[in-house]
């Protein structure tokens, strides 16, 4: 399987939050594939240098060396558009940021590993689990 971490998974593998940072280990060590979304590795960033987190921005960074750190493609940012108009339409949009981040794991056929079912559970051919 090939994972794709959302900001509230690696929020929590970055706090050592037991549960969540127990099932990353469980499904590595089953030979499952994590990657980080690009919008994912700026939140995450930026909320790290903006309150000066020196541990937690040296984990984040082995973390960003384990895994591959994804980037943007004209793919993504046009099924991103695909997305946003789909959610328009129903009234049921969600934060640019989790468009974007829903548009890279289908792009590249990632399941998302989340805690937001709310938003996510909104998108159209994404797949997702919750590890709450």
Not at 55 to 72: A, H, I, N, P, S
Request: aromatic share 12%; glycine share 6%; proline share 2%.
């Amino acid at each position: 399987m090939m994972y794709a971490l959302d900001t509230n998974i690696i929020s929590y593998i970055l706090k050592r939050n037991l549960a969540i940072t127990e099932k990353f280990i469980i499904e590595k060590e089953k030979g499952n594939t994590f990657n980080i979304p690009p919008l994912v590795y700026y939140e995450i960033n930026r909320g790290l240098v903006s309150v000066n987190a020196t541990r937690m921005m040296r984990e984040f960074d082995k973390l960003c060396r384990q895994l591959k750190v994804g980037e943007m493609t004209k793919a993504i940012w046009n099924e991103a558009v695909k997305i946003y108009v789909g959610l328009k339409k129903q009234g049921r949009l969600i934060d640019d940021a989790d468009i974007f981040i829903a548009a890279y794991c289908i792009s590249f056929g990632y399941t998302l590993v989340t805690n937001n079912s709310e938003h996510f559970g909104r998108v159209e051919n994404l797949n997702y689990v919750n590890w709450k």
